[in-house]
Each structure stands twice: as C-alpha cells, then as structure tokens.
C-alpha cells in the first residue's frame, strides 16, 4: 500500500508541476492601469490556460489582434450579442448594463494616446467572437479600439477565488 501511495504522490507532484509550470497555469503582470481598480498596475495575476467557462464578466489574458500584445480585460459581451457604448454607458441587445465592478475608476480623464471613443457602436460580434473591456474605461485600449477577439485568442482566464489573486 505504501508503494502505491508514493506513485499517486509522484504523480501529484509530476501532474501538478506541468500545469504550475505554464502549461496549465502562469502568471502575468499588469503593464497599465487599464483594469484599475480591479487589477493594478504593476500586479501579477494568475491566469489559467485550461479553465473553461467564457461568460460576460469573466477576466480573461487575450492576444490583441493583428499584434504581438497581451491584455487583460473583461468579457462584456458575447457571440451573436449587439453591443452599443454611450456616454459610458453599456448596452448590450438594446439594454443598458450594470457594470458595479466598474466603481470609480469610469470618471477618470482619458490617459491615451489612441484613446478609446466614449460612444461606439451598435456593433453584432461574430459568431465566436467575444467584445472585451477594459475596467477603467478611460485608461483601457480595448475592443472598440481592436474590435472583437475570437476565441482562439483568448489565452486563459484570470482566477480569482473569493477576492482577486494577485502577487
């Protein structure tokens, strides 16, 4: 039995190295403020590259299309979805969205020097297409700078258990 219990703990050890070492887990630091208050800049994130559900207010690492960047944002809106922005205001199929994770940080002055516009839209996401955001609107190059981002793009989604897990 002893034999048997240090194989399983081997192959814990082996199994979990893979997904720890990058494969299924990795980190990734916060190179703008982007996401403020949610994630800071200068913070690392844990980011899972095998988690997945994909749903509006999910955090997610994605490849910016049509470039070399990674960011981080959130998923507002979803395959098939309209969305329309407004003076700061989300409507997604013609219904406004509440953001509440969204706090303060949407009254900032735009920082950009591409700055995202205030009112963008109606735009209908492609199938398998999601529209990403930024949590601080005014410092966030996002989708309606880049437009949608297909899902083979996005890279992971950020974890966060009972509170958000940064380093």
Known sequence: MKGLGLIALGLFILLASILVGGWGFSGFTMTSSAMDPTFASGKMVFVSRIAKGIGRGTVVLAQVPGEETQV???VVGLPGE???????????????????????AASA???LDVPAPDNFGPMTMPEDSYFLMGDNRHFA????????VKREAIIGVVLSFGGILVF
């Open 82 to 104: 309209t969305l329309e922005y407004r003076s700061g205001e989300l409507f997604i199929n013609g219904q406004k969205v509440e953001e509440k994770y969204l706090g303060l």
């Open 109 to 111: 002055p735009a920082q």
């Open 141 to 148: 190059r996002d989708s309606r700078v880049f437009y949608g």
């Open 72 to 74: 981080v944002r959130r």
